[in-house]
């Protein structure tokens, strides 16, 4: 990775999991040019945009969010979806497009958005009609193994080994190239994957996550280029051989 000016950057909003006491959920916005694509949705999407902007500079908030790239429903990870649909909707008057997998295109609403985003009301509060979700959205499929394009940057995306449907990616953008591995566990196929990127933002976790020793058994080459994200909150940062992702920090790519 390199600090110089680049067309593609990232910048972090949350770096920790879903027990986290000191971090936000792990979430960050690629850069292509200035214009932002973020990754997930956690809550609270309008606080961590405002931490991130102070930190950073980049001036971010809710009516920048025009394009998500959504991995999986945990809640750490799509959690922030409601105050994104409702300030779309109803301060902007536009509708996010949200790029994802069939499985979370299947899930997203019925058993996600529908019980609160969902029921239409008169000034009494009376039920007078039904919201669906492409009143809030527009959703973009993604699939494996094809080549996909959001603003420009090629995306390519792989399932990752999660609890439930989950999808890690790796884009380019005029020349240089960034992977995301997503929620999964250690899976030396989804590095491979990962593995030509000239950065690689890594999670780590326990239980069914990625260990952190695990990765230390990569090549050096390969570590060199890597991040990590999603720790708990006793991981020790200082110590670690393998440089955390800091909240609020642009990294140019
Ligand atoms: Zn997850």
Redesign the pocket.
Known sequence: MTQRKSPLSILILGIGDFFSKYYYHSSFVILLDGRPVFVDCPDPLPMMLHAASQKSGVSLGLNDVDHVILT?L?GD?ANGLESLGFYSRFFRHKKPIIYTIPEVERAIWENRLKSSMGPLTNDEFERVGEMKLEDFFRLRILRPGRSHSILGMKIKIRHTK?FIP?FGFKVSYKGRSFGYSS?TTFDPAHIDFLADCDMILHETNKGGHTEYEKLLSLPPALRKKMMLIHIYDDFNIRRSEIPVAEEGKLYFI
Do not use: G, Y
Request: aromatic share 0%.
């Open positions: 999986h945990h990870h999660h989950c929620d």
